[in-house]
């Protein structure tokens, strides 16, 4: 196990078991208080549920109106968010501020620590911290025995596995907390499986006792209100995503989620990412993911359930890894930008609703039990927190229960003050504000009456878009939010906001009726302006020279095969690197889902010289990347990023820098003038380790980078990596203004120039890899 890329609890369920060994006579002191409470704790519970279940074949909804989950509701994702919605009520957004208890997955098979703590201690204390939901790791080989629980179990001794945790449901259910229930593991005793079945490739025989685990907890807990969603499998490090593979985690999470959803429509489908198979986040960010981070795959080869609204993705993240990032001299006010990378902007392009599963950490440095020094992570963590809390993320806090050594923990950690400190800002809808607002009828859920809510007090400070004939989409950013438009057709009011994730002005997914608001009269078209006299007849223009490119290949059937691997190179000339747009895209857009010659014509670079085509998947309504077409292609599409060997000082071929003998990345990035008005490019041969001039040459003058032009024009004044005290473009003097950050450039490695830029929704100045190039001579 790498803790640079891998899982930062691994091996915690053996300590915790070591460690029962050790305080065995306490545990037996202990057990024998909790044994005295079974009678009147679980039996009790035990019986009530039972009850219920005989009495009502569906969802188990309270039927005193002053207890919790009396309120039927339906929980699902629209817009990029989570929404709960009451039966006959209107929707609110469902912010979740969640706990990860484990232990049911380890070889105790119940929530772990009973030994030295009551069940209910934990549930006041998830509830007196504003807690809404907690995340139960299982174990599928545990789900099938359903072993007679030991002493370690405390009250719960001598009762099965899953009867146990039929109770602690019941008992979360009181206190008004949500579950997700997450199969952590394959194996018993515990280990962290590569895929979701144990071998190398996954087929319906192998991934079976999977399967069987979510069918037998979907059966017997679909009618638990409290149960909203099914976690599938926890961190899939050995899966790959879109490759057409028997390891490829996207189709098999859309197999389970279909088959749970025969099981209980009414769940979440929560689907983890994987690792670092396909390189996705080294790419993107310099370095790897975590296990389960990289959903990067979403974009180009997205899961599609029967009901789409009740997918949600859940990465996991960590502070305490070797990651580049983590010694960058901005951290951590660097990770946002790598959060986003990763995956911020996913859910934003996807508009699937994000939930970070697991993150956490030791707040000071800690000697683990085996003898490693774990960092403190409390500034990674702060900045974590305020990173989901500005975005609205929710998330599953790493753990509550204390054995997790390697990343501490909320519930009698010692840096627990701090810990709660740092998540009491957190944004969160309880189940009693939710249920109060709806059975209230106002805005904590209700509402659905047709009276008015608290944004109609609003409508009359802005303006209508519609009494000038306009929507939404025609303001813009500065004034976006300043409008509504009244849709005369639904009688209803609906506020503009500023999408970030496309740029542009939209129209929420809702609007108000506001009877107390006078309906506007729609405004009439403007009188058509005067036809204009036709202009003289422009000359002819001259013939165009000729092509400096190959001819390309004929248009692609109306089939519209993929752009085969030698024809795409010639075709780039006519398609658009997707990358390079002024709002930088993937391949799965709803334009590009829709329409398979906009598919067609789209690729990605990553790098100089290296294309991957966009490919259209009919049987799926899908656009995504097809990596099995990536390839070098010669100059064309990528001279506006390279730079020219010839025009260095002094003047250079492409073999004469050792740099690019040995670096494939700067060989392939160059080019070089061999007369007036011809180039070609440089090759790298790893092999010979040696970098050449290609044999073609093309004619014209490529234009040279845009970076390198402004500096080579003093557009761009301040290096600052090569100030007396080098900084990088994030500071409280750049940050705080756009003239300054946007006069400054910053090289990363030998040659490799970007320039700085100005985020103005987040006050921030950043550098720009995507729009680095290699600036030598400048």
Not at 292 to 319: C, M, R
Not at 627 to 641: D, G, I, V, Y
Request: one cysteine or more; a negative charge; charged letters at 20%.
């Amino acid at each position: 196990m790498s803790t640079a890329n891998g899982c930062p609890r691994c091996g915690l369920a053996h300590v915790s078991i070591a460690l029962l060994a050790v305080f065995t006579p306490e545990i037996s002191a202990a057990t024998t208080s909790y044994r005295s409470l079974e009678t009147t704790n679980y039996s009790s519970g035990r019986r009530e549920l039972e009850a219920r279940q005989m009495s009502s074949p569906g969802v188990d909804w309270e039927t005193d109106p002053t207890k919790m989950f009396s309120t039927p509701f339906k929980v699902f994702g629209d817009n990029g968010k989570l929404w709960i919605q009451p039966t006959d009520g209107k929707r609110v957004e469902l912010l979740i501020k969640g706990a990860n208890w484990f232990g049911m997955q380890s070889p105790t098979a119940c929530v772990n620590e009973l030994w030295k703590y009551d069940v209910q201690d934990y549930i006041d204390f998830l509830v007196t911290n504003d807690f809404n939901a907690v995340r139960i790791p299982m174990s599928a080989p545990l789900i099938a025995l359903n072993p007679v629980l030991s002493d370690s179990c405390g009250e719960y001794t001598g009762a099965t596995s899953l009867d146990a945790f039929d109770d602690l449901l019941l008992r979360l259910r009181r206190a008004g907390l949500l579950v997700m229930i997450d199969i952590h593991t394959l194996t018993e005793p515990e280990q962290n499986n590569p895929l979701w079945c144990e071998a190398d490739a996954c087929t319906a025989e192998n991934e079976a006792p999977l399967f069987a685990a979510w069918r037998t907890l979907a059966r017997r807990y679909c009618s638990h209100p409290n149960v909203i969603a099914a976690d599938l499998f926890n961190e899939p490090f050995g899966a790959t995503w879109g490759t057409n593979r028997a390891t490829d985690w996207d189709r098999a999470a859309e197999r389970l989620g279909t088959m749970l959803h025969s099981e209980c429509a009414r769940w979440l489908v929560v689907v983890e990412g994987i690792a670092n198979r396909g390189g996705a986040c080294k790419k993107l960010s310099g370095d790897g993911c975590w296990w389960g981070e990289n959903i990067l795959g979403q974009l180009d080869a997205p899961i599609v359930l029967p009901d789409q609204s009740k997918l949600v993705l859940s990465p996991h993240t960590y502070g305490h890894g070797t990651q580049s990032y983590y010694s960058d001299p901005d951290f951590p006010t660097n990770m946002p930008d790598i959060w986003d990378v990763h995956f911020g902007d996913v859910s934003r392009t996807t508009q699937i609703p994000l939930l970070i599963g697991e993150w956490g950490g030791v707040w000071t440095d800690t000697e683990f039990p085996a003898g490693n020094l774990i960092k403190s992570t409390s500034m990674w963590q702060r900045e974590l927190q305020n990173y989901l809390q500005r975005n609205k993320f929710g998330y599953f806090y790493w753990s509550l229960n204390d054995n997790s050594f390697r990343t501490g923990s909320l519930f009698n950690d010692a840096s627990k003050a701090a810990k709660l400190a740092m998540l009491a800002d957190s944004p969160v809808l309880t189940m009693r504000q939710f249920q109060d607002g709806a059975n209230s009828g106002g805005g904590g859920g209700g509402g659905g009456g047709g009276g008015e809510d608290d944004v109609c007090t609003l409508m009359p400070n802005l303006h209508n878009l519609r009494d000038d004939g306009k929507w939404c989409n025609a303001a813009p950013r500065s004034t976006c939010t300043q409008n509504y438009v009244y849709e005369e057709e639904d009688d209803v009011f609906t506020l503009c906001f500023w999408n970030s994730a496309k740029g542009k002005c939209n129209k929420e997914p809702e609007g108000h009726r506001c009877p107390s608001m006078p309906r506007p009269v729609s405004a009439s078209p403007p009188p058509p302006s005067p036809a204009p006299p036709p202009p003289p007849p422009s000359p002819a223009p001259p013939p165009p020279p000729p092509s400096p490119f190959p001819p390309p290949p004929p248009p692609p059937s109306s089939s519209f095969q993929p752009v085969n691997l030698r024809g795409m190179c010639d075709w780039l000339p006519r398609m658009t690197n997707i990358r390079e747009l002024p709002n930088p895209e993937w391949c799965a857009t709803a334009e590009r889902n829709n329409d398979p010659r906009k598919c067609h014509n789209a690729y990605v670079s990553f790098e100089p010289g290296v294309a991957i085509g966009c490919t259209y998947k009919p049987d799926r309504r899908a656009c995504t990347l097809d990596w099995s077409t990536e390839t070098r292609c010669p100059a064309h599409k990528f001279l506006s990023r390279m730079y020219d060997v010839r025009t260095l000082s002094p003047p250079e071929w492409c073999n004469t820098a050792d740099a690019r003998r040995k670096d494939a990345t700067r060989c392939n990035s160059a080019y070089a003038t061999t007369s007036p008005g011809e180039y070609g490019v440089c090759q790298h041969n790893a092999e010979r380790e040696v970098c050449v001039l290609s044999n073609e040459r093309w004619s014209g003058r490529p234009q040279p980078p845009q970076i390198c032009q402004d500096i080579a024009d003093r557009k761009v004044r301040f290096d600052i990596r090569r100030l007396a005290e080098p900084e990088w473009c994030s500071t409280p003097l750049r940050d705080s203004n756009k003239f300054l950050c946007a006069d400054a450039f910053a090289r990363w490695d030998d040659g490799l120039v970007g320039p700085c830029k100005y985020d103005a929704q987040r006050k921030r100045c950043y550098l720009s890899h995507s729009d680095g190039a290699y600036c030598y001579g400048v």
